[in-house]
């Protein structure tokens, strides 16, 4: 088990800047999430940890110590991708074993190792199976074995559920945090789906751009997000993103006014669409809508209307919510929920004073 550190990591391809400028501390035993869209360095950051891809500038650090131009193989870390890589002609329990063809442990100790992780993962009655014979789930079972047997010093795991159908994801994905909380391990798991990244990490660090946006608790990523690209990444459905102009205490847009304490300035107003209450289209600090679909969840529903200037919103209502399309509602903004951003993307603090 390690700490990992990424001191000013950089990655270029040619012309084309894959990672920026990249700082990161991994606790030890931490589960680390890397969330952000395709292409914005997720997979580049994850094998430049592994040793599979070398960082054009910067450094890398385990425990303190500076792995940066050390090999994958004596990093000693183990790697989950989306599309398992299991030998398909052998077996679940040789496809484990070869994990530890080079370890010094005798043969006594490498049967011991292979039926507590067997045990763990529940894959006694895989063992014997090739993976042509095994369910996707199934092999990306015996992949997560065949990865911990070795008892690695970090797990680095790239979309491991993105290729599994939802029910599957939705189980595995508890399976794996519990199984990394039982083995202490430190681990970076990269993925693109939000409701993964806010489920199962110990802190999220998003990225857009091969930047580093945030990196937070699941908390602190969702109520504080510190960009308009946090903002507008996390959260189903996202938060609603209204531009205007902050003047005299006032956020105005050609849509609403909403009270702010912030320095005047163009600004993005966010608010997420569980804090917009119904109220009289014509009152004040209304946003009046013209309801363009209602979608019911069950225990919730979702209204999504139409603003003036053609500004979609959406709004979570209680279940038993009827309108019709075309219908004129208004909702307003709960005040102390509203996060400002400036035009670079920033959030613009709010002075508490006027939230009170
Ligand atoms: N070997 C390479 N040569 C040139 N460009 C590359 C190479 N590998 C990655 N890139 C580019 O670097 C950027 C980051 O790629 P990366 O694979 O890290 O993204 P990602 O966040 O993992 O995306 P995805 O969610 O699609 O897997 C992309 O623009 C990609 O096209
Ligand atoms: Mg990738």
């Known amino acids: 088990m390690a700490s990992i550190d990424l001191q000013g990591v950089e990655k270029r391809y040619g012309a084309h800047h894959a ?14 999430v890397l969330l952000g869209p395709s292409g914005c360095g997720k997979t580049t950051t994850l094998n430049m940890i592994a040793g599979l891809d070398a960082p054009t500038a910067g450094k890398i650090l385990f425990d303190g110590r500076d792995v940066t131009e050390i090999s994958a193989y004596r990093r000693n870390v183990a790697m989950v991708f989306q599309s398992s890589l299991l030998y398909p002609h052998l ?26 992780t067997v045990r763990m993962l529940e894959i006694e009655p895989l063992l014997d199976k090739l993976p042509s014979q095994m369910s996707g ?13 070795r008892e690695p010093a970090a ?11 939802a029910a599957l994801r939705l189980s595995l994905r508890s399976e794996l945090v519990n199984l990394q909380k039982r083995l202490g391990t430190t681990t970076v798991f990269v993925t693109h789906d939000q409701i993964e990244a806010m489920t199962m990490g110990d802190r999220i660090g998003v990225m857009s751009g091969g930047e580093l946006q945030q990196i937070g608790t699941p908390d602190e990523i969702y109520n504080s997000p510190a960009t308009l690209f ?25 849509q609403l006014s909403v009270p702010v304490a912030a320095p005047p ?14 109220v009289a289209p014509d009152a004040a600090g ?10 019911h969840l069950g225990r919730e529903s979702i209204v999504i209307a139409e603003a003036h200037g053609g ?46």
């Open 19 to 32: 990672v920026r400028a990249l700082d990161m501390h991994i606790e030890d035993g931490e589960f680390l």
């Open 265 to 278: 300035g163009r600004a993005t107003l966010g608010i997420r669409p569980q804090d917009m209450h119904l």
């Open 137 to 149: 789930g199934q092999r990306q079972r015996v992949a997560t074995a065949k990865a911990i047997v």
């Open 286 to 295: 209304a946003l009046p809508v013209t309801v363009f679909a209602l979608e």
């Open 155 to 165: 797990f680095l795991l790239d979309e491991p559920l993105s290729a599994l159908d």
């Open 91 to 116: 077996t679940a329990r040789r496809n484990i074993e070869t994990s530890l063809r080079y370890s010094t442990l005798s043969k006594v100790e490498k049967q011991a190792r292979i039926a507590e």
């Open 230 to 254: 946090v903002a507008g990444f996390l959260g189903s459905p996202p938060m609603n993103l209204i531009e205007g102009e902050i003047a005299a205490g006032l956020f105005r847009s050609e």
């Open 311 to 356: 500004l979609k919103v959406r709004i979570i209502v209680e279940a038993g919510f009827s309108a019709h399309v075309g219908e004129r509602l208004g909702f307003a903004p709960d005040p102390a929920r509203c996060l400002l951003f400036a035009q670079d993307g920033t959030r613009i603090p709010m002075r508490a004073s006027v939230l009170a």
